[in-house]
């Protein structure tokens, strides 16, 4: 029984230093296996405060449509365009129809418009024609009866010069009669020629009269023809006047309506209003599809199918909660990378800290109830290549420096059980070391505990055991 035991235990120990001889040679092994290492650094150490937010057009302009129609041909999805590039186009087929029917209303208006000024012209040539020779008539009747007048002017004065002639007669003869010097036949041969010289004056004065009357009607008769013939005329120009205006109406509504379909005509093709990358949007009509426009959407007057971003101003928008917003200001520094591109950083400053603080929107991914503030960052360079709307991008905020800091890349430091430590490279192996870890910043993060400047800390965690633990003065 006793060497039964004994045997037990030797075998037992022979196991455990073959199982020790077995880890102790794949510890060296592990050793050189090619396990990624990283040196402790000593210096200044930036301070950034990490976030993520999505990327954006510092510029975005939407490509609206001013009228309403069938989409028919649109542009390729992410293409670059500059201004004045084709966009998209509406369907025109019915706008080409009223416009060819519109373009012979205005033909009929416009022919309609030269026949009422064809018409007009020979009714105001006709009345001008009646005034001119109406004033003709006046002016005829005007020497007509001046003539007459001067006429009967003329014998009503030589009637009174010979009536005067036969009274001086007569009173001579009378005054040689008292002295009986001639006979009374010739006193009353003188009596008789003076009574018909008289009267002949008053047939003459009594004709005078008569024409002057008469004369003068006539010339009023030929004045009235005037008037009425310039009425006449007047009436014309008014009459063509108003059916010319008429039909100028017709012929400006047609106008305008064919400009309107002509517009509209050329309205359905739209093209950039600024240079960009030209984005479809999202039909929001076709819910719950929720799918980018295409050929055969129906466009509303004003809707967007289109978006256009510059692709050469870029900018970040992201949220800041309430424990770190105090540590974000305007104008601070930033740097911006991708997650294709983890090593590229873009650099980048702060252009705009809300002061109103939101609820985070759980929608996008926020915590219900928590307070954020929104933060836009405007990237002082950019690569249109990599850099495109809508990415999810990491953002690192300048928010201090500390001067003098022992640090090595946080993928040197591993947790564990809420304790953090190092892995730093002794011999042919590793140690564990236990840190505390300060400030950090994307890449860096600062130690305190065992290690130095000048130690090789491992990037991953060795896979082997056993590892030796340093035992560090805090």
Not at 161 to 175: D, H, K, Y
Not at 300 to 323: A, F, H, L, N, W
Not at 349 to 371: C, F, H, M, R, Y
């Amino acid at each position: 029984m006793t060497k039964r035991v004994y045997l037990a235990l030797a075998l037992v120990v022979v196991a455990a230093g073959g199982w020790r001889l077995h880890a102790v040679s794949a510890a060296r092994d592990a050793s050189k296996a090619k396990i990624p290492t990283a040196e402790v650094t000593h210096g200044p150490l930036v301070v950034t405060l990490p976030v993520s937010g999505a990327l954006q057009s510092a510029q975005e302009t939407e490509v609206r449509g001013e009228i309403s129609g069938v989409l028919i041909e649109i542009c390729q999805d992410n293409t670059p365009v500059k201004a004045g590039d084709f966009i998209f186009q509406l369907d025109t087929k019915d706008l080409v129809k009223q416009r060819d029917e519109l373009t012979r209303a205005l033909a009929d208006a416009e022919e309609a418009l030269n026949s009422a000024k064809a018409e007009g012209d020979t009714s105001i040539a006709q009345a001008e024609s009646d005034a001119a020779t109406a004033q003709e008539s006046l002016a005829l009747a005007q020497q007509k009866a001046l003539a007459e007048n001067e006429k009967l002017t003329a014998q009503v004065s030589y009637a009174q010069g010979q009536t005067a002639r036969a009274q001086r007669e007569l009173v001579r003869i009378q005054r040689l009669a008292k002295l009986n010097y001639v006979a009374g036949t010739k006193l009353r041969e003188a009596e008789k020629m003076y009574r018909r010289q008289e009267f002949d004056l008053q047939q003459q004065r009594a004709q005078q009269a008569d024409t002057e009357k008469r004369t003068a009607e006539q010339v009023r008769d030929q004045e009235m023809a005037l008037e009425l013939a310039q009425h006449a005329l007047g009436t014309a120009k008014a009459n063509v006047l108003e059916e010319s205006e008429g039909e100028l109406m017709h012929v400006a509504e047609a106008q305008r309506r064919l400009d309107d379909v002509e517009k509209k005509i050329a309205q359905c093709t739209v093209t950039a209003p600024v240079a960009g990358m030209a984005v479809i949007q999202t039909n929001e009509d076709s819910w719950p599809e929720r799918r980018p426009y295409r050929l055969g959407d129906q466009l509303e007057s004003g809707s967007s199918p289109v978006m256009i971003y510059d692709i050469t101003k870029m900018q970040v928008r992201c949220q800041i909660g309430e424990m770190d917003i105090t540590r974000v200001h305007k104008a601070q520094d930033a740097f911006v990378t991708t997650a294709s591109d983890g090593d590229k950083r873009y650099r980048a400053k702060i252009s705009l800290v809300e002061e109103l603080a939101q609820e985070s929107d759980v929608w996008q991914g926020g915590t219900p109830g928590k307070k954020v503030f929104a933060v836009l960052v405007t990237l002082n360079e950019t690569d249109p290549r990599r850099l495109r709307p809508g990415m999810t991008v990491d953002l690192e905020i300048v928010v201090d420096t500390v001067p003098e800091a022992t640090m090595a890349p946080i993928r040197a430091v591993f947790a564990e059980k809420g304790k953090s430590f190092v892995y730093r490279g002794v011999g042919d192996g590793f140690e564990r070391v236990p840190v505390t870890t300060g400030d950090r910043n994307d890449l860096m993060i600062e130690l305190r505990g065992g290690v130095r400047a000048g130690d090789r800390v491992a990037l991953a965690r060795p896979p082997v055991l056993p590892l030796r633990t340093a035992e560090v003065k805090r």
